[in-house]
């Protein structure tokens, strides 16, 4: 027998695909020939392979060697794919039968030494192979804690390619399942009462985290738009188990899991900087496209600070993110989707001098409209509330604290537990996602509660999309109170957070 035989995965997007991996030895002077549309770093593997393979004391192939990866058409990327590799040329030269490898998928990146080296991905790949019906899946011994994390498919994990060859012998048994520490959830977050004054700003924050809504600060520099930022992603509720898996699963592909408590359990901050490109805000990069970082906020927050000073494209490119809760990426080779559901926070200075006070200010009219003119009209649409935050009189400062993250992280649990009770039908988790003809029809509120947004509407402040909105958010303001529907005075609320002008 001169082929061998083995499997791994490849990953695009958060979806894994099944890689067939032959080794087929022929007659002709010795060499390797890989096919199947490899990258840079595949074709490497010829060499750390051959090293890897000679240096655990195994004799490589005195022939030609070729293999291949199938499917052909499918763009093989990354350094997973050495462990497969070497199994399958072993596999070819032994003319043995290995029964374990047959149910077997094998992801690793090999050391010259034959160590077995962690590789990204390796939750989603392991997921995809479970869905397919594989028995199990062998990864290195820095991966294993990640890969436990999957259900429905024996894992274990090797530290050498010695160790991986004496168990397909049946001489030796590998790394068992590791049983992961519950993550430890602790206070460390930024307390919510260290926000002096901002009463509105802060009821503000309370409703984005209820509903899953976005919000814009807008307000001198010290006024308080960072740290009521920076508090929202204590205000939610941890992730569920479906949203953890969903997470990890991103945080897998760009390489940033802890080795000893992989799963995420508690919304993400992300905050980039201000001069971050639209490539490291939605995802990008040659070959396969990683995500960014509206995905690595998915079911968390991502924070511009300093927002008038992004460049007017890679506001731009939030659109399609904050409309449908995910990132398509086309490439030559396919298209790479991510989730990114996220809560967008945005804060700006209202004009470039950011005076702390507005008769100090030396900016004309034009120059602060130019200003925060970035922000185009369509991306403000997309924000359901928008805050403007004023300097904090002497009195406040010395005043008693606000509540504090805990005792507001318990009513919004009891206002997010209700919504996912009434929207469980529609397959949605919170008020942001409930879909605008749902709660006009289905939902619709009586004719007194729509008075302020039927008003706004015929007078041509508000958009379809902006009466929709201001609903989500008017579910959001009941559901903090403990109504069963919202009222004329939550609708008004919402309106007055999204148009203030609206209610004169």
């Known amino acids: 027998m001169t082929l061998g035989r083995a499997h791994s995965v490849a990953v695009r997007g958060l979806q894994g695909e099944i890689v067939e991996i032959e080794a087929d030895l022929s007659r002709g002077l010795p060499g390797v020939t890989l096919v199947g549309l490899p990258d840079a770093a595949v074709q490497e593997s010829r060499d750390r392979v051959r090293a890897a393979v000679t240096n655990c004391g195994q004799r490589w192939p005195d022939s030609r060697l070729t293999w291949a990866l199938s499917p052909a058409t499918l763009r093989k990327a990354g350094s997973s794919y050495d462990v497969a590799l070497a199994i399958s040329a072993l596999y070819a030269a032994r003319k043995l039968r290995w029964p374990r490898l047959e149910k077997t998928v094998l992801l690793g990146e090999l ?293 504090s993250t805990a005792a507001v992280r318990e009513r919004v649990c009891r206002a997010r537990d209700a919504a996912v009770d009434r929207w469980r039908v529609l397959g949605v988790r919170t008020n942001a996602e409930v879909p605008g003809p749902v709660l006009r029809r289905k939902f619709r509120l009586t004719r007194d509660a729509m008075w302020p947004l039927n008003s706004a509407l015929d007078r041509g402040q508000l958009s379809i999309r902006g009466v929709d909105r201001c609903l989500r958010v008017a579910w959001s303001i009941a559901d903090l109170a403990g109504k069963n529907s919202p009222g004329v005075d939550d609708v008004a609320i919402a309106l007055g957070f999204r148009a203030p002008g609206a209610l004169r």
């Not at 991905?121 to 479970?130: M, Y």
């Not at 308080?224 to 929202?232: E, W």
């Open 111 to 403: 050391a010259l030494d034959g160590r077995i080296r962690p590789v990204r991905g390796v939750l989603p790949a392991v997921l995809a192979a479970a869905r397919e019906g594989w028995q199990t899946a062998v990864v290195g011994a820095g991966n294993l804690a990640e890969a436990s994390l999957v259900d429905g498919i024996e894992v274990l994990g090797a530290r050498t390619l010695t160790d991986l060859l004496r168990w397909l012998d049946g001489t030796a048994e590998l790394l068992p399942r590791r049983v992961s520490a519950a993550p430890v959830v602790t206070d460390a977050t930024p307390d919510l009462a260290e926000v002096v004054g901002q009463t509105q700003a802060r009821f503000a924050t309370e409703v984005a985290a209820a509903g899953a809504h976005h919000l814009m600060f807008t307000g001198p520099p010290g006024v308080g738009k960072t740290m009521l930022a920076q508090r929202l992603p204590g205000l939610l509720p941890p992730l569920s188990d479906s949203e953890a898996l969903e997470v990890t699963a991103i945080y897998s592909i760009v390489g940033l899991l802890a080795d000893d408590t992989p799963l995420i359990t508690r919304p993400q901050f992300v905050a980039p900087h201000h001069t971050v490109t639209v490539a490291a805000l939605v995802g990008g990069g040659g070959g396969v496209a990683r995500p960014g970082a509206v995905s690595r906020a998915h079911r968390g927050v991502l924070f511009l600070d300093e927002c008038a000073e992004v460049a007017p494209a890679v506001l731009d490119a939030l659109r399609t993110p904050l409309e449908d809760g995910e990132v398509r990426l086309a490439r030559v080779d396919g298209v790479a989707r991510y989730p990114a559901r996220f809560q967008l926070i945005l804060a700006a200075n209202p004009c470039p001098c950011a005076a702390p006070d507005p008769q100090l200010c030396e900016c004309s009219g034009a120059v602060k409209r130019r200003y925060l003119g970035k922000l185009s009209g369509p991306l403000m649409d997309r924000v359901d509330l928008q805050v403007q935050l004023h300097p904090v009189a002497a009195p406040a400062i010395s005043s008693e604290s606000g509540e």
